[in-house]
């Protein structure tokens, strides 16, 4: 199985509103990543979770906040988003922090009204 | 630091035509090298990638990519395209970088396959 499920598969939220975006994988893998994805544009990391701890946060607004309750599974807490928070968001994961080979979920298409 | 180019930003080709999408990048030593390929509203699915050996690697759905250090290139080629494999295709690079490891992607090429 080299599924990773994301779920919602679409929110739209407002500006004061809290959500979560829930990512799943049961490959064993050990480090799993979160990006965030503009139309016609690459992925942008935003973080890395390695062996259940958060190893990189490539300067993120406090307003995402990951967790990963463990090692099958990561949320993104959302808060008081920005209408330029839209975007495609995007959990992937790998066998370890140093195995470059990702695996990507499908992604939740999120619109912030 | 590490970056992947894309040349095309948009390619157009007939169904059964053949096709190459160019990707160049700046690595010092042996890059770790990989083609994704993303339809429109879904996520990325790897279609092959290079380690080592062999330079010509095979993938799926069809896809075959070389890998030319001296021009320091990873195209990808597909001899019969179908109308499925219109989508967009991002070339990138396994950094080893001075605190950790990532995944440098290019910037993309949109791929639209005429009937």
């Known amino acids: 199985d080299t599924e990773v499920t994301q779920t919602p598969k679409h929110l739209v939220m407002g500006m004061t509103n809290k959500k979560s975006l829930k990512c799943e994988q049961h490959?064993?893998?050990?480090?799993m990543y979160w990006y965030k994805q503009k139309a016609k544009k690459p992925p942008e990391l935003m973080f890395v979770y390695s062996y259940e701890k958060l190893s990189i946060n490539e300067s993120v607004p406090s307003r995402f906040s990951p967790e990963c309750p463990n090692s099958s599974l990561l949320n993104l807490h959302l808060h008081a988003l920005q209408p330029e928070d839209s975007a495609l968001y995007l959990c992937?994961?790998?066998?370890?922090?140093?195995?470059?080979?990702?695996?990507f979920g499908p992604g939740t298409r999120l619109t912030v009204t | 630091a590490q970056s992947v180019t894309q040349p095309d930003i948009h390619i157009t080709v007939s169904e059964g035509a053949s096709l190459e999408l160019r990707c160049n990048y700046s690595?010092?030593?042996?890059?770790?090298l990989f083609w994704y390929v993303q339809s429109p509203g879904q996520g990325l699915q790897l279609l092959l990638k290079?380690?080592?050996?062999?330079?010509l690697v095979q993938g799926i759905k069809g896809f075959e990519a070389e890998f030319k250090r001296s021009q320091s290139s990873f195209n990808l080629r597909k001899p019969s395209v179908h109308w499925s494999d219109a989508a967009e295709y991002f070339c990138a690079v396994g950094d080893d970088g001075t605190s950790y490891d990532k995944v440098i992607f290019g910037p993309g090429t949109s791929l639209s396959v005429i009937p």
């Open positions: 290079y380690f080592s050996g062999d330079t």
């Open positions: 690595y010092g030593a042996t890059p770790y």
């Open positions: 490959m064993g893998h050990r480090a």
């Open positions: 992937a994961s790998s066998q370890d922090p140093t195995f470059y080979e990702q695996y």
